[in-house]
């Protein structure tokens, strides 16, 4: 981490030892009553401070899954967060017309104001006009309902293959190397479906981390979203490649969960030798554990560390970030 670190956490009162209960590995969370965690009290943000040496190419990660409910934009909001932390410039792209990504940094579309809709349907609006900075070191390119309807709007132009690219098309400054201020990551928050949107996100990326559960449907599912992967590298983005997977919402107490991950970690293994984009593909670690504040802190427009800097939660996210930074499968 960063000598400045993106969040200070309030000090914990000492117990005295007497009063003190034994402590169990890994707890799904700390008490209830830490005046730290309530999310009540805002966390200082500290000035960011870039990361002494920055990648040579910007990393375009899509948050894909084409089941809902896996924790994808959860892993989205706060992998940008903990990536900010490590001194890394971080733009987001709220692809989901539910538009939670921006919901989660507080950000609400008013009618004055550009979303992302009206960046892939006006020819002459540039992107440096629809980015919004959620403080220093993160941005975001934010979501509203209408994006829904941007395949009708692009429908002229599917023929010619410009639909398929036009989000990449419109980001090309800010992702030139001429950019002092280009980003160091881009994560994408990809709807959970195979459309025009999420063809534009992976057009645009060249690399592709799956958030999931370790459940057995989630891991059938799988199969079918790397196909999809294999078709658009194939298609319109020959340098896509899948990173990885993160395990959200984790149980490891279970023997489902346990036997997901084998599975899993076999399939991967036995991917190795293969011409297939996820071939270098790993489980990312730490697990994200379940963590009711994961849960919580989108509705007051927060990331976990802002909310709750000390939970399970934000160290897992912050030990993820490190990782995510440690493998990447773009050359």
Not at 305 to 329: K, M, Q, W
Request: charged share 20%; aromatic share 6%.
């Amino acid at each position: 981490m960063n000598d400045s670190p993106y969040y200070t956490p309030p000090e914990t009162p000492e117990v005295p030892e007497a009063q003190q209960t034994p402590e169990t590995s890994e707890p799904d969370e700390v008490s209830e009553s830490s005046p730290q965690d309530t999310g009540a009290e805002p966390v200082p943000i500290a000035p960011f401070v870039p990361a002494p040496h920055r990648p040579g190419k910007t990393r375009i990660i899509a948050m894909m899954n084409q089941k809902g409910g896996v924790g994808k934009t959860t892993t989205a909001a706060n992998l940008a967060a903990a990536l900010v932390m490590e001194g890394m410039r971080v733009l987001t792209i709220d692809m989901d017309p539910q538009a939670h990504l921006s919901l989660s940094f507080g950000v609400e579309i008013d009618e004055e104001s550009y979303s992302l809709y009206d960046l892939l349907c006006d020819d002459d609006l540039d992107a440096a006009d629809v980015i919004c900075e959620i403080y220093p070191g993160l941005e975001l390119l934010p979501s509203e309902v209408n994006l829904a309807g941007v395949e009708g709007e692009l429908a002229p132009k599917v023929i010619t293959g410009q639909a398929q690219r036009v989000l990449k098309d419109k980001l090309k400054a800010v992702l030139s190397e001429n950019n002092p201020d280009r980003p160091d990551f881009v994560i994408i928050d990809c709807p959970p479906s195979l459309g025009l949107l999420t063809i534009n996100a992976l057009t645009l990326a060249n690399e592709v981390i799956v958030p999931m559960q370790a459940h057995f449907l989630a891991l059938q599912g799988l199969s079918k979203l790397l196909e999809t992967v294999q078709l658009i590298r194939n298609g319109f983005n020959d340098k896509l490649s899948v990173s990885g997977v993160i395990l959200c919402m984790h149980d490891a107490q279970t023997i489902l969960a346990g036997e997901v991950v084998n599975d899993l970690k076999a399939f991967l293994d036995g991917s190795r030798d293969s011409d297939v984009p996820w071939k270098d593909a790993i489980i990312y670690e730490p697990y994200v554990r379940r963590n009711i504040k994961l849960a919580e802190s989108p509705s007051f427009g927060k990331t976990i560390f802002e909310y709750a800097p000390t939970c399970p939660g934000a160290r897992d996210y912050e030990n993820l970030a490190s990782a995510v930074i440690g493998h990447s499968v773009f050359q």
